[in-house]
């Protein structure tokens, strides 16, 4: 095993807080296998590349020797995260949280080491819980203490309603340490607080108080806003190599420097070299986008899907040529087609009202023309290759006529 320093080098490469200060490297100089918790609520149906920073860190606990503790908050996820709300956060139903948990879990163990790890359900000890148990818990806390959080304060200063079970969040989280003896627990800048109630919760309860580390947020695509699926700025780690190549180049060149530590997962040097060569103009903007956008590609698809990638980008933003490999679909016999129906009903947008959107913004092309409206005879589109936005093609045939 490595020693304690050389540990706690390779895990902070993108830790922004570790608390308390010289917590984390002494207990990794306890020469043990520690218990990293990292709880995830499946509120969403998709991991994205802000979502794997954290999962990044919890690997790299993995790479020298310690255990990951993955809680999927199945039970949590069903009251709501609180966590930079500035509303009641809507409850989700038990099915919507077990259908995305089902989605998650195979994307997320995919991005982790299969050992050591250990994955629980906090609905094991919090479903499980009586009155009593509740009311013990809650005397635990007193409401000063939870007031000490800026989104609750903010919220009651503007005198906009914070729901009781919205205090009860942060006990529940904090219970999961409790259930699994954390040593350490994990997560996102915006979770620092509800790990800190973690340790609190840990120490009243008699177990000694884990140490935290959280990671930035990741910004999104927008470069305003952190990535979220809720916000649509997001890429996610199944984004096809192609499409996230192009994503990636879409981003603002101010955003590079932090999606190449958190995103890319480059190592410091490299980072270094790279806003050093930006600053003195030794590299092109351009040049170092494509760079980042092929070491994202590569960590998720390989070299080699990186490369075709990034040849496939060139050929519809260099070349102006439609890909090779275009999809082909069937057109529904009729002799006029409604294109924002077509598009949607293929999946090639989400709705038909983005489809409408991106007609009305000539962003629909037949065979390189703009389409003008949403009606279009078959014979316009039968066997043509449509663009949607600036990375999506298409081919449309009628059933029983060749391409």
């Not at 009251?79 to 809507?90: F, I, L, Y």
């Not at 070491?295 to 496939?312: L, S």
């Not at 924002?340 to 065979?367: M, T, W, Y």
């Amino acid at each position: 095993m490595q020693s304690p320093e050389e540990q706690f080098a390779h895990i902070m490469r993108t830790v922004e807080v570790d608390l308390p200060e010289g917590e984390l490297l002494a207990r990794l100089g306890e020469e043990r296998p520690l218990r990293v918790k990292l709880g995830v609520d499946p509120t969403a149906p998709d991991v994205t590349l802000g979502w794997a920073v954290v999962f990044d860190l919890l690997r790299r606990f993995q790479e020298v020797g310690h255990t990951a503790v993955l809680i999927l908050g199945d039970f949590t996820a069903q009251v709501g995260d609180p966590s930079e709300k500035s509303e009641t956060r809507k409850r989700l139903a038990r099915e919507e949280v077990d259908e995305h948990a089902q989605l998650l879990l195979p994307v997320i163990e995919d991005l982790l080491l299969p050992e050591p790890l250990e994955v629980r359900r906090n609905s094991e000890w919090l479903a499980g819980m009586d009155m009593h148990e509740v009311l013990d818990l809650t005397s635990r806390f007193t409401v000063a203490r939870i007031m000490d959080r800026d989104d609750f304060t903010n919220r009651w200063d503007a005198h906009q309603p914070i729901s009781m079970i919205e205090f009860m969040y942060p006990l529940l989280q904090a219970m999961d340490s409790v259930a699994v003896t954390a040593d350490v627990e994990i997560g996102g800048t915006d979770q620092l607080w509800n790990l800190l109630v973690g340790r609190d919760l840990q120490e009243r309860m008699g177990q000694r108080g884990q140490a935290v580390a959280t990671v930035p947020l990741l910004v999104g695509t927008d470069g305003e806003k952190k990535m979220s699926q809720s916000l649509d700025n997001y890429i996610s780690v199944r984004t096809e190599a192609e499409d996230m190549f192009g994503k990636v180049m879409s981003i603002p060149d101010p955003l590079m420097g932090q999606w190449f530590v958190l995103a890319a997962g480059a190592d410091p040097g490299e980072v270094t070299e790279v806003a050093a060569g930006l600053a003195d103009g030794s590299l092109h903007p351009g040049d170092t986008k494509r760079m980042l956008a092929r070491e994202i590609v590569a960590r998720y698809w390989g070299d080699e899907a990186a490369h075709r990638a990034e040849a496939a980008f060139d050929q519809v933003f260099r070349e102006k040529r439609a890909p090779d490999d275009v999809p082909e679909f069937t057109l529904a016999p009729s002799p006029n087609q409604y294109l924002p129906a077509l598009l949607a009903d293929n999946g090639l947008v989400a709705s038909r009202s983005e489809a409408r959107r991106l007609i009305a913004q000539g962003a629909v092309k037949v065979e390189g023309k703009r389409v003008a409206g949403e009606n279009l005879p078959t014979e316009t589109i039968s066997g043509k290759t449509v663009q949607i936005g600036k990375r999506r093609f298409a081919r449309f045939l009628q059933p029983g006529r060749p391409a």
